[in-house]
């Protein structure tokens, strides 16, 4: 924890951004963010968010500082409250976070941020949570943000209680055992349209397809532990397609259709597919937004980030190792 200045209790944690290979859509509780399916993810270790938190007496409301600019609190001063309940300190807090990706970029994911605030407000309350409990107290911010926790390859369980204490994410492989890549190629500067909750909201009131989504996602999560398991990069690949691809169906399903698809989202598709059929095994998976992101090995990082930097309507690509998991910054 960062020494305290006068009556401030403050911490700052780095966590990174993750993208699901097995997708999590739909909330089986909303008002304890519990989401209706369990989701498989990789730890992004280029994309991170550091979050500073004080609590300081006196302060009227809760302060959400964005790479310097002040912005909504409301998100943060629920997970806040959540922290403030259990520790007893009752007084409000400032919240400054960074990213160190352009935040303009569409990319800002509210799973690192997330993950470091709940980090970051739990140890400056004087809270011990295990990890267990850190990812369970994320997840309340956002489903993502349980498995930005952890390292390398992630699962998070939708479990089946009542209170959400069985639904909390945990490492798969640390990042160190099974060295793969992501390429993420940006196709739009700028926020999204539909955020997360709302669009998840509106797939489970009007898609005719949601009761699937939701009944098939074991069997998802069930063959990408086999591949994992096996270290079967192509069946991981295909799986990951899969599961994105039907994600979209849902989402263009949904009234008012979700389509978060821009014309460069569709030709890096394509690309990909190129690239495949060339012999360079690589595959996409794409988030409630127009970015895509190619999953390959790393001899293949630089070909792949090539050839969807010359596609049409591509600003810029990333190249992205695993990461590691959520920490506390001194
Ligand atoms: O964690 P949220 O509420 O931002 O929702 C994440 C939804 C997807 O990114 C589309 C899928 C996922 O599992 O990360």
């Not at 992004?44 to 002040?70: H, K």
């Not at 470091?116 to 309350?125: E, G, T």
């Not at 500067?189 to 898609?207: E, P």
């Amino acid at each position: 924890m960062d020494q305290p200045l006068g009556n401030d209790r403050t911490a700052t944690a780095r966590a990174h951004s993750n993208i699901a290979l097995i997708k999590y859509w739909g909330k089986r509780d909303a008002a304890l963010n519990i989401p209706a399916v369990g989701s498989i993810s990789l730890t992004l270790d280029a994309l991170s968010t550091d979050t500073r938190v004080t609590f300081r007496s006196g302060l009227e409301q809760d302060e959400f500082w964005l790479v310097g600019t002040r912005a909504d609190a409301t998100r943060a001063s629920h997970l806040l409250d959540i922290v403030r309940d259990s520790s007893g300190v009752g007084s409000r807090a400032v919240v400054e976070s960074t990213n160190n990706f352009p935040t303009a970029a569409g990319l800002a994911s509210s799973a690192s941020g997330f993950a470091a605030l709940a980090v970051a407000a739990s140890a400056a309350a004087g809270l011990s949570l295990d990890d267990r409990e850190l990812s369970i107290l994320a997840r309340r911010g956002s489903g993502s943000a349980a498995r930005s926790l952890f390292g390398g390859i992630v699962e998070l369980y939708a479990g089946t209680r009542d209170d959400g204490l069985d639904s909390f994410a945990e490492p798969v492989l640390p990042p160190e055992t099974w060295p793969l890549t992501v390429v993420v190629a940006i196709t739009e500067l700028g926020q999204k349209s539909v955020n997360s909750t709302a669009g998840m909201g509106g797939s489970a009131l009007t898609s005719p397809f949601y009761p699937a989504w939701v009944d098939t996602g074991k069997d998802d999560l069930a063959a990408m532990r086999l591949a994992i398991a096996n270290r079967d990069f192509e069946q991981l690949g295909e799986l990951a397609e899969y599961s994105c691809l039907k994600l979209h169906g849902l989402m263009m399903s949904t009234r008012p259709a979700l389509l978060y698809w821009n014309a460069a989202t569709m030709a890096a598709i394509h690309a990909v597919y190129e690239l495949r059929a060339s012999g360079i095994p690589v595959y996409f998976t794409i988030d409630a937004g127009p970015q895509l992101k190619a999953l390959c090995l790393p001899e293949h990082a630089g070909t792949v980030a090539d050839a969807l930097g010359q596609v049409a309507g591509v600003q810029e690509t990333r190249i992205s190792t695993l990461g590691h998991g959520a920490q506390l910054l001194p």
